[in-house]
């Protein structure tokens, strides 16, 4: 691997040598404006991704437990990670750290004589010199350093022979803290002058952020955070549910995070524990975030579609003039309600329950006058709106029970707690979303669930059908905005849908 000694000519070369190159291949890939280009492609591959997973999706269907399968799926992903660097689409935005971040990559350092064709003809001489300890003393050259358990600052530098004087003025500039804590794996890049000063210092703070130290004449050093940003590519992802949401999404290449993303934008309108059917559809575009050609994780949802029992929902992400976000359908109403439509962490039922085994409620007797969410001891309740705690305590049957009123025209009952949030009493006021107590099985339970009753104006009225107030729509100041942000939006998850339907041969089935 790397030499210890890094100040000789075999490891600098081919740093300077080549960081020039590569550079300019960048640029010259961001002057051409291949941005169509790439999308197109980016998009062509995603297509591939998606149709495969859609494909592989509805042959899963019919054997679910088809073991080579997901291997399968697993190989094409990571052949479209490793066919993306590839693309123009991965230039950075940042030369600069384009360059340092080249030079991080370089796991093992080039010979001299296979960079020889890249150094210019004029620089020969300085670059042939053979790699003597003599001669590497005299000529500026840079290094890197990858943190090592318990390792220090202090130890770093000795390590590259750096004075105490210089570390004590790194440390005053660079400040101590960031400098003391230091982790594992984190880099650090140094450049040393013809005296051998330490010239430049850079150190990665954290996937995005780098501290960078340069050496003034007087010797000290001034300091510059400087910051990257994620490229941004679409993907999308879609499929049919024939057992559980979390497994056909995972079939259509969509992680968790982004599934329990996607329930939460549409979890106002459906109950994704109680309301998914088999043959419920699902489609995403999202973002993925890359780094240097490398996958680094996903980013946003930007549009999505949810066909539950034949209804079709949609949502787009807007960004409003002033920098408020949120996701609202394509006519531009928040996608938000005044009531969550599922008042406990469905995820924590959902993500491994199978639609074709047993349906969640556990029973509808007579004069039951709620729903029930079978869910484990602990799990989370939530309030389901803004609202105030008229009561808390136990109510016969119910066991422990938590009533919250919400305006003057409704309110919503939680009942069979194991216990209550701590600090939470009668004439708390609490928020949507707010945990108020734990699933248990107190009172009149059979077993750990979830009673939870909704109420308008002091009737019962089924949670799973009542309909809810109406969300606010968009500002009308700015709806010509949203309209003009989103509607390409709204196009475009058209067309990547039906290029996917074209893709698979499927009708989309929307009655
Ligand atoms: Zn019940």
Redesign the pocket.
């Known amino acids: 691997m790397r030499p210890t000694s890094t100040k000789n000519f075999d490891f600098k070369e081919p740093l300077i040598a080549r960081a020039p190159q590569q550079q300019s291949f960048w640029a010259k890939l961001s002057s051409a404006n291949l941005k169509p280009l790439v999308f197109a492609s980016v998009i062509g591959l995603a297509a591939m991704t998606a149709s495969f997973a859609f494909t592989k999706g509805s042959d899963l269907l019919a054997d679910a437990n088809s073991s080579n399968a997901p291997s399968d799926y697993q190989i094409l992903e990571k052949k479209i990670a490793l066919a993306l660097p590839a693309e123009p689409g991965m230039r950075l935005s940042e030369t600069q750290t384009t360059q340092q971040a080249k030079v991080t990559t370089i796991s093992s350092p080039p010979t001299v004589q296979s960079t020889t064709p890249l150094v210019p003809m004029t620089e020969t001489p300085l670059y042939t010199l053979p790699p003597t300890s003599a001669s590497s003393s005299i000529e500026p050259s840079c290094t890197e350093e990858t943190v090592r358990s318990g390792d220090s600052l202090s130890l770093i530098f000795s390590r590259h022979n750096i004075s105490a004087n210089t570390l004590e003025a790194v440390v005053r500039v660079g400040g101590k803290k960031t400098l003391t804590r230091l982790l594992p794996g984190q880099k650090f890049h140094f450049c040393f002058d013809e005296q051998q000063h330490l010239a430049s210092m850079k150190y990665g703070l954290s996937e995005l952020e780098t501290l960078v130290l340069e050496r003034a004449p007087g010797g000290e050093y001034t300091k510059n955070t400087t910051t990257r940003e994620y490229q941004r590519l679409t993907a999308y992802g879609g499929g049919t549910i024939k057992n559980s949401l979390f497994l056909s999404a995972k079939r259509a290449g969509l992680s968790e995070k982004l599934t329990m993303e996607l329930a939460h934008i549409f979890g106002w309108d459906i109950d994704f524990v109680l309301d998914i059917r088999s043959g419920d559809e699902f489609f995403v575009v999202y973002e993925e975030l890359y780094l240097d050609g490398e996958l680094k994780g996903t980013g946003h949802i930007i549009s999505a579609e949810f066909v539950n029992q034949g209804k079709t929902y949609q949502a787009v992400r807007y960004t409003d003039s002033q920098d408020k976000v949120d996701y609202y359908t394509p006519d531009g109403h928040s996608m938000r309600k005044a009531f969550l439509r599922t008042p406990v962490n469905f995820s924590r039922i959902s993500s491994g329950f199978n639609l074709k085994r047993k349906h969640p409620v ?2 509808t007797v007579r004069a ?1 006058k ?3 969410y079978a869910a484990p001891t602990g799990t989370p309740v939530k309030a389901s709106g803004d609202g105030k705690i008229t009561l808390r305590g136990r109510k016969g049957g119910y066991g422990r029970t938590v009533v919250i009123q919400h305006g003057t025209k409704y309110s919503t009952l939680y ?1 069979h707690l194991s216990s209550y949030k701590s600090g939470l009493k009668t004439g708390s006021r609490v928020r949507q979303g707010q945990v108020i107590g734990y699933v248990g099985q107190s009172g009149l339970a059979t077993g750990p ?1 979830l ?1 939870y009753e909704f109420r308008v104006n002091g009737v019962h009225r089924n949670p799973l059908t009542v309909k809810l107030p109406q969300a606010d729509p968009i500002a009308p100041s700015e709806k010509n905005r949203f309209v003009e942000l989103t509607s390409p939006l709204v196009r475009e998850m058209a067309s990547l849908k039906a290029a996917q339907y074209a893709e698979t041969g499927r009708a989309i089935q929307t009655p």
């Open positions: 556990l029973h039951h709620g729903v029930d009942a669930h009673h």
